[in-house]
């Protein structure tokens, strides 16, 4: 499948299906989402939630000046009805936001949907004030092996 195909799919699939990240770790033991915000808690400036879908990382962090980004306007919409804000309706690798300007930026299981994974990468990084923290959970996909995204995680 071509990147035009796979964004197609993925575009379709979550129009059809909002939430569905969410409601399959909603099954988890304990939350992945926590773990992905406890070191984002004490985060100076604004934090990105990158493909942020139904914007569950946003309940971990209540008090943070957090943004929520994401291609899908079902996914966005799904957020909006559970009060999770504020949302931005955006392609992860063109962000909205000059350099240097995020205390954080934080992305849960995008790395499979998002493409070309080495833009996004690299703009999303950019993104941090010098200072800032990156926070990325998912599994890697052909193309785009862990070492290659995940600078500055951890």
Known sequence: MDEPEWRRFVAAY???RP?????????A?????????????DARGTILD????????????????????DLSAAELADAARR??????????GALPMASGRAGAVCAAMCLPVVTPCRVFSG?????CAPAGHSR????PRPGCP?????PGSG
């Open 146 to 150: 862990p070492s290659g995204c995940s």
């Open 50 to 69: 990158l493909a942020c879908g139904s914007a569950p990382v946003r309940e971990e962090l209540p008090d943070a000046g957090w943004v929520g980004i």
């Open 123 to 127: 703009r999303s990084g950019a993104c």
């Open 29 to 41: 033991d304990a939350s992945p989402y926590a773990w992905l915000a406890e070191p984002l808690r």
């Open 14 to 16: 979550h129009h059809a």
């Open 83 to 92: 009060g999770r804000g504020p949302l931005v309706r955006a392609d992860a």
């Open 136 to 139: 990325r959970w998912s599994p």
């Open 19 to 27: 939430g569905i990240t969410e409601r399959l770790f909603d099954l």
